[in-house]
């Protein structure tokens, strides 16, 4: 009897993706933000990762302490690139359908200020690419102005 026979590997259909660890995922989000990180030094910006993790010290149902990670995104950005001419804040995604959920990050604070020296990228990368796709966030100042009139039940017309 051969080694193989006793430990056959899974055979999954094609079109199917193999699950995933959480760890898995987790080291995929990282070599992709570090990937991102020296992709934007290459082009000359200065980089900061401020996407942080925050440590959180809770008990269970018996009482036994135990800890949690949880990672909070800086106004819904991974990293902030900077040279002379421009400051970006960048989310990064590792699929392609994550892109929505990147602008969506990136748009949640109202408080963005109107200027082209400030952009909103988000970055994603497809597996054995060399560069990324990016996608820079822009919201319509006018259509944003027309919500708060029709949100607004005692705006003046």
């Known amino acids: 009897m051969s080694l193989q026979e006793n430990n056959p590997k899974p055979i999954i259909p094609s079109g199917e993706k193999k699950a995933s660890s959480p760890r898995a995922r987790q080291r995929k989000g990282r070599y992709y933000l570090l990937k991102t990180r020296d992709y934007l030094k290459n082009l000359g910006y200065e980089v900061d990762i401020v996407e942080k993790t925050q440590r959180i010290v809770t008990k269970d149902d018996k009482g036994k302490r135990f800890v949690l990670f949880q990672k909070k995104d800086l106004w819904g950005a991974d990293l902030v690139a900077r040279n002379r001419e421009e400051l970006i804040w960048v989310q990064v995604k590792s699929n392609k359908g994550d892109i929505g959920r990147g602008i969506k ?12 020296v400030v952009k ?29 009139l029709f949100d607004d039940p005692n705006a003046d017309e």
């Open 120 to 148: 909103r990228w988000v970055m994603c990368w497809e597996p054995r690419v060399r560069e990324p796709e990016i996608v820079e966030v822009v919201v319509d100042v006018q259509t944003a102005k027309d919500e708060e």
């Open 105 to 116: 990050q990136l748009s949640e604070d109202e408080n963005w200020p109107e200027s082209d």
